[in-house]
DNA sequence: CTCGGTGCAAACGTTTTGCAGAGCA
DNA sequence: TGCTCTGCAAAACGTTTGCACCGAG
């Protein structure tokens, strides 16, 4: 990693990049950004993608979100905010709860860490899941 | 996977897997278990070692932590409780809460999700680690 | 004898990285 | 001109899987 101290420059894709997870609702993964952009920028590259990922993330315009996926997925909301995540298909949606600080200044006296903050990740079944459709199929996002 | 239906037999290596997780405070990761076995059982296979911890999560028997670290880490204690991760060693640590159902169905109101669950991971700078030695060097767990 | 467990190695999906060239400040 | 950004490809990393053999029941 190591970008801590760098100066950046202002950069057209970055901005596309960020402007893609901030517009979707739906949580993108890295993948999916690349998908979406290499439509108006066919030269684009995954690395990239992941590079301006870890910038934004960094400079805390966005954030990772670890689910029970494989993929990290990538949030434009930096209101503190929970997620919930189906079981079977994988979505992801906001779950908009009061942030408890308390229980972070009791988890540092629990524990001795200088506590920074803590995620909840719900997890469950989708309403579009629960009654799976007639050929057994399930949808993915 | 699809281990779901088997039936299954009375392994050793899968019982010396149980007991490392269990005896072992330290949440360790599939390598971590490996590498101390290999010393009493040295043809063991990492891919051994995998297979039966997705055996023995699926038989309850143990849970997956989702960590912000890329490797899983495995606990043996199957009372609900949270964890707390240090963002400089990569140290997790149990962080013993009071569960709270309710907001599972709070959530189950607000998102038509059928919830499952929920999941709680603290992050913070661990005592150790508050303190850099001197060298500047940073222990991991 | 049957079917689950194991070791081995290859494959997999995600993410990172080294490098050379392009281009902003 | 210097340093960041980019594309490309290879590598890294954790994890899963196909296969052949071993061994429990």
Not at 82 to 109: K, N, T, W
């Amino acid at each position: 990693m190591e970008n801590r101290m760098k100066e950046r420059r202002q950069s057209k894709l970055r901005e596309e990049i960020y402007n893609a997870i901030v517009q979707h609702p739906v949580h993108p993964t890295a993948e999916s950004i690349y998908e979406q952009l290499k439509a108006t920028y066919p030269s684009l590259s995954l690395g990239t993608v992941y590079r301006n990922l870890g910038i934004l993330a960094e400079q805390g315009l966005i954030r990772r979100i670890d689910t029970y996926d494989a993929a990290d997925r990538f949030d434009g909301n930096m209101q503190p905010h929970s997620h919930i995540q189906c079981r079977q298909c994988g979505r992801l949606e906001d779950v908009f709860l009061p942030y408890d600080g308390q229980v972070d200044q009791m988890v540092e006296r629990m524990t001795g860490f200088q506590v920074e903050g803590h995620a909840v990740l719900f997890s469950g079944i989708c309403s579009r899941c629960k009654v799976p459709p007639e050929d057994g199929r399930q949808q993915v996002q």
